[in-house]
Each structure stands twice: as C-alpha cells, then as structure tokens.
C-alpha cells in the first residue's frame, strides 16, 4: 500500500510530506483548496505524462516520490526482481520534472523509463476520476477483473502463453516454408553439383602429383637427353670427366703419408665427392633404364587434368579449392535437409499447441461465463444502492474475429452498463455522466476487491451528483473497501467524509506574496468541525456539531 507521498514545487505545493495508513482515508476542503493536487502528483509518480507547467512558478523543478510498502503485493515484487530493482525496504517511486519541461523517473533510486513508473504503477494503484483513462475503461482490466472474481487468472496465464508460443512456433514455420520454392531448387542444385565433385573423386594431393607427371612426360625427350649429357661428364667422357678427375686426385694427394690436418680433410672431402658422384650416376642410369615415355599415359593425364581444371572454372575456384568447395556444398545441402526437418517438427509442435490451447481456452471461457452472470447480479444490487434504480449491468462476450489465437482468450469481455431505466446497454466508456461512471466503477470494485490485485483504489470525488441516502451508501461502501485495504478519496459529501478511518484536510496558506497549499491530518476534535462545516458551511452550530459527532460516531460503531 502507499505508505508515504513526498511533493515538492508542485502546482502550489511548496513541500508536502503525508503519511498514509490502511484503511478509508478522506480528503477534503473548500474547492479550489487544492484536493487533487495531491492526486495528480501521485499520478506522475505512476507514470503519468506531465510538462513544465507543472512546476511550481519560481522554482527549477518539481519533485514528487511515492513510497509503498509491498509485503501484500507479490506482482509487483516479481517485477521489481525481474528487473533487478527489488529492495529490503520499501518500493520507492520517484518522478522530477524541471522547468524546462524535462522528466526523469526512477525505481528505488535507480533511473528508469517512465513506462516502467506506468507498469508498476498498474500494479500498485487503481485510480478512479471522472477521467476517460481511467482503467476501468479498458477491456484489458474487464477481463483481468472478470478472471479474479472467477479465480481462473492462473488459467487465463495458461492461455497466454500457449498463445504466445503458438504464435512464435508459426512465425518460425512461416519463415522456413516461404522459402521452401528456393531452397528446393537450390537442393537440387546443390545435389548435381555434389554428383559432379563426386564423380571426379579428386583424390588427397592428387592434382600436385597429376601435374608433376605430366610435366615429366611433356619434357621427355629434353629430360633424358639432359641425363645422358650429365652421365657423360660424370662418367663417361673419353676426354675426362668427374670421376676420372676425382680419383686422380685422391692418388696423388694419398702419396704423402702424414699429412698435415688440413690436407687430411681436403683428402676426406674429396673421398666424400668421389662416393656421392658414383651414386648421383648409379640414380642416373636407373631413372633412364626405367623411363617409360608412354604417350598414351600423357593423353590419360591431359584428360585428367582438364577434369579437374574444367570443373574449377565452371565453379570459379581454383583447382586445389574443389575438395573445399564439395565441404562447404555438402554442409549447404545437410542445413537445408535439417531445415525440411525443421519443418515437419515445427508443424507437429504447432498443432500440439493448436490443441493444447483449444483445451484450456474452452475451459477458461466455461469458467467466466458461469461467473460473469454471478458478478453482474451482484453490480447491479450495488448499483441500486448507489441511487442509481433500475441500473443494469452486463458482461458481454464476443467471439475474437481473428484466425490467429489470441493470447486473451476465445472471446472479447466488455462491461456493459445502463445506468437509468429504458435505456439501452452501452460500454463503459460510452457512459456520458462521470458520477456515474465513478459509481459504477464503485460497485464493480466492492464486488472484486476481494480477489483484486491491486492493493490501494483511489476516488477522485466519487459523490458527484448525489446525496442523501445515496451519499450515506457511498461512504459506507468505501468503508467496506477500506476494511480489506487501502482507499484515498477525494469528497465533497459529510456522509462519505465521516466513514473514513483517517481525515485529511487541504487548505490554503496564503502570505504576503503567495499562496500555498498544506494538508492536515485531523484528530478526533478537528474531524467533528470538519464534517460539521460541511454539513453548514462556515458557521458552526451546535446543531451542526451535534450531527457532525453522530455521524462520526454511527460509522465507528
């Protein structure tokens, strides 16, 4: 509930500090003192736009916090720890406008949109004004009051999510087969070339060692006559050649015995040579006994090759990439396999969803019409007592006009009202007169206070237009209402204002050079002047004194 509002620089409110308790808590005073400052203030704290004229003239901003204690409100302590934001002590809001027409908001001290402010707000506060955006002018709260007097919001829950789950499965499903005309071409496409790689079968380091052959067999001629020109100077030559030369050396340096150190090596090098040589011409003669210049080998390897190549360029890679290429194309062809699976899981999940959701969605809408017929009995005897004779009240269903499922249910909720005899039924927001809108509002939220999970309702002059018996009614209901938790409302009546189980006074303070707006927390005394001179105006009577600690009595007994 809202333990504590802090206004500062607001409208004509200087600095104004309230505590507030649980139960019916009334405000008053004389019109214009300023009662719904203090309301429209709250409002801002829950997130209500605002601009620089709300700044109080003189000052550079205005700066309203709400504080709430939040132990009987586990929505919106959910909330706050979904976000983070979640404290050990009270929830605190905070709105600061500057004359500049700049706003900031914050959550237990921390900045926030003010969107945020709103959605928490919703779950703190119920405010109830001759305003059109009041939430019971939402369809959106007809069905939340509607699942909690029925005890299905649970269920309601249920349907939501199956909803939404739904919906995404089929954005999903969408996605995938509205491609499904490319993706079967592109298969296709990618299976003939997969064929192709596959055909020609490119083995591991296959093309350096096709290439090398080829290039072997190409040269043959020039190649084996190179090798017989080497062996010739290595071997072979009558006019001297490099064995002939290496093993004279070798005999003539080998005729000194002792050579020194340096001779000793030259003479092993020399050896060293003279070995490698003989070997060097060993490999020579048996690459050219071996040598088989086949041509028709060299037409299979030409052929080979341009394979390889005619396929690189038909893929415009080079040729050593085509083992990469047939990779990336076979992982190409298994994603578009795994999307084709995807689908028919996706399907399959879709349905089970469709049906799942049909289930519960049925149940659920069984469950609201047998309560709905319950709960609009029981607004319109309220309504009756609130001097409103003859007054019906409806809830209407109408089947959701979508092919889609909807989150909300099978069916549109909308509370229908006729406030007088004769006339027909209309929406909510269709109601012209906003006493009685404040009074239908009144009967509807006595009857669901119970399951609300809004904690703190608030009544912005709800007597407007009546009095008498009625205004006695009002009062008592609000009562009621403030006996299960925590009720603000603006009035101008004695009989609403003597049921409160605390008396807030607004009055002006007006100096030498400006006017200020304070509010009092009246005692006992006070509260029987107060109701006294609503009852008679200005002068006290000991008549109207008299009636004023009646009334006062008679609502505490």
Known sequence: MLVHLSVHNYAIVEHLDLELQSGMSVITGETGAGKS??????????????????????????????????????????????????TDGPCILRRVITSEGRSRAYINGSPCPQGDLKALGELLIDIHSQHEHQSLLKPDTHRRLLDEYAGTSDLARQVQLAAQRWKQIRSELERLSSSSDEQRARHQLLSYQLEELENLSLGDNELEQLEQEHKTLSNAEQLL???????????????????????ASLNRLGAFSN????????????????IQVEEAVGELNRFIDHFDADPQRQQQLEDRLDSIYSLARKHRVQPGDLGQLQQRLLDELESLNADDEAIERLSDELAAYARHYQEKASELSQLRQAAASTLANAV??????????????????????????????????????????????????????????????????????????????????????????????????????????????????????????????????????????????????????????????????????????????????
């Open 37 to 86: 400052i203090m309301l429209d203030a709250l409002g801002l704290a829950l997130g209500d736009r605002a601009d620089s004229g709300v700044v109080r003239p003189g000052a550079d901003k205005a700066d309203i916090l709400a504080s709430f204690d939040l132990a009987d409100i586990p929505e919106a302590r959910s909330w706050l720890s979904e976000r983070d934001l979640d």
């Open 259 to 274: 050579q020194p150190g340096a001779l000793s090596e030259a003479t092993n090098l020399l050896a060293s040579a003279q």
């Open 225 to 247: 006559g190179t090798c017989r020109q080497v062996l010739e100077l290595c071997s072979e030559s009558d006019a001297g050649n490099v064995l002939s030369a290496l093993t």
């Open 380 to 557: 319109e005897v309220e309504m009756q007592r609130l001097g409103m004779p003859g007054g019906r009240f409806n809830i209407q269903f109408s089947p959701q006009n979508s092919d889609s499922l909807q989150p909300n249910g099978l069916e549109q909720i909308e509370f229908q009202v006729s406030a007088n005899p004769g006339q027909p039924l209309k929406g909510l927001a269709k109601v012209a007169s906003g006493g009685e809108l404040s009074r239908i509002s009144l009967a509807i939220q006595v009857i669901t206070a119970q399951t609300s999970r809004v904690p703190t309702l608030v009544f912005d002059e709800v007597d407007v237009g009546i009095g008498g018996p009625t205004a006695e009614v009002v009062g008592q209901l609000l009562r009621r209402l403030g006996e299960r938790g925590q009720v603000l409302t603006v009035t101008h009546l004695p009989q609403v204002a003597a049921q409160g189980h605390q008396h807030l006074f607004v009055h002006k303070q007006r100096g030498s050079e400006e006017t200020r707006t304070a509010v009092a927390t009246l005692d006992a005394e006070q509260r029987i002047e107060e109701v006294a001179r609503m009852l008679g105006g200005l002068d006290l009577t000991n008549e109207s004194l008299a009636h004023a600690r009646k009334m006062l009595a008679a609502s505490c007994a």
